[in-house]
């Protein structure tokens, strides 16, 4: 087997998260919050850009499109939108879900092989899911984050309330209100209005940020 070394880049909750996860032995990452060379990116089997967005400079574009594998945070967009090309795999790294045993990932049928390759040799497992704004989980979860901003709004419960149903009453490991705490307002907010251009079920609840911004 090949020894294998990567690099993650992304803020210290991610990368911490990344960093802690098993890896089969001959395995090393390297996780930082800074974009590393281009010669370490060259050398690298593969790259993690955690971060929310993609930079803004070419030059750090480019260096980025140079990986041999790059697996890269991109929820709401599918993988044709990104202005990179290459062995491009999407990842969730929303806020905690790095910590789930499986990464879940999208990518062109073409990527795949490679991809796979890489994850069986340090040790992870994988979720394909369609590559398509939302990927799997953070569309669902989305949705059902807004239908309990709509619940609330119409006083059918106060977040708390929805929370403990949603734990006791679906067995959910986490309720609605709790999920946006770590996820974070404004990912759910900018997903639900991509996705909503094409489905106007996730069209955002009235208020949906000050809702859950005000439900810390």
């Given at each position: 087997?090949?020894?294998?070394?990567?690099?993650?880049?992304?803020?210290a909750?991610r990368?911490?998260?990344?960093?802690?996860?098993?890896?089969?032995?001959?395995?090393?990452?390297?996780?930082?919050?800074?974009?590393?060379?281009?010669?370490?990116?060259?050398?690298?089997?593969?790259?993690?850009?955690?971060?929310?967005?993609?930079?803004?400079?070419?030059?750090?574009?480019?260096?980025?499109?140079?990986?041999?594998?790059?697996?890269?945070n991109?929820?709401?967009?599918?993988?044709?939108?990104?202005?990179?090309?290459?062995?491009?795999?999407?990842?969730?790294?929303?806020?905690?879900?790095?910590?789930?045993?499986?990464?879940?990932?999208?990518?062109?049928?073409?990527?795949?092989?490679?991809?796979?390759?890489?994850?069986?040799?340090?040790?992870?497992?994988?979720?394909?899911?369609?590559?398509?704004?939302?990927?799997?989980?953070?569309?669902?979860?989305?949705?059902?984050?807004?239908?309990?901003?709509h619940?609330?709004?119409e006083?059918?419960?106060?977040?708390?309330?929805?929370?403990?149903?949603?734990?006791?009453?679906?067995?959910?490991?986490?309720?609605?209100?709790?999920?946006?705490?770590?996820?974070?307002?404004?990912?759910?907010?900018?997903?639900?209005?991509?996705?909503?251009?094409?489905?106007?079920?996730?069209?955002?609840?009235?208020?949906?940020?000050?809702?859950?911004?005000?439900?810390?």
């Open positions: 087997m090949h020894l294998r070394e990567w690099l993650v880049i992304g803020d909750q990368t911490g998260d990344m960093g802690a996860r098993p890896v089969a032995e001959g395995s090393r990452g390297v996780m930082t919050e800074t974009v590393p060379s281009l010669e370490a990116i060259l050398r690298a089997d593969a790259v993690f850009w955690l971060e929310d967005r993609l930079p803004e400079a070419p030059s750090t574009l480019h260096a980025l499109a140079s990986a041999r594998l790059l697996f890269i991109a929820v709401d967009a599918a993988t044709e939108e990104l202005p990179l090309t290459g062995h491009i795999v999407r990842i969730n790294a929303w806020p905690g879900f790095l910590r789930h045993p499986l990464l879940e990932l999208a990518a062109p049928d073409a990527v795949r092989p490679l991809a796979e390759a890489f994850l069986r040799d340090i040790g992870w497992d994988w979720r394909w899911v369609a590559d398509i704004p939302g990927m799997a989980t953070p569309g669902i979860l989305s949705r059902i984050v807004n239908e309990a901003c619940a609330f709004r006083g059918v419960a106060d977040p708390a309330g929805i929370d403990r149903a949603m734990r006791l009453g679906a067995s959910y490991p986490g309720g609605p209100f709790e999920w946006s705490r770590t996820i974070g307002s404004e990912r759910i907010a900018a997903l639900l209005e991509k996705l909503a251009l094409s489905d106007e079920r996730y069209r955002p609840a009235p208020g949906l940020r000050e809702i859950l911004d005000l439900n810390p």
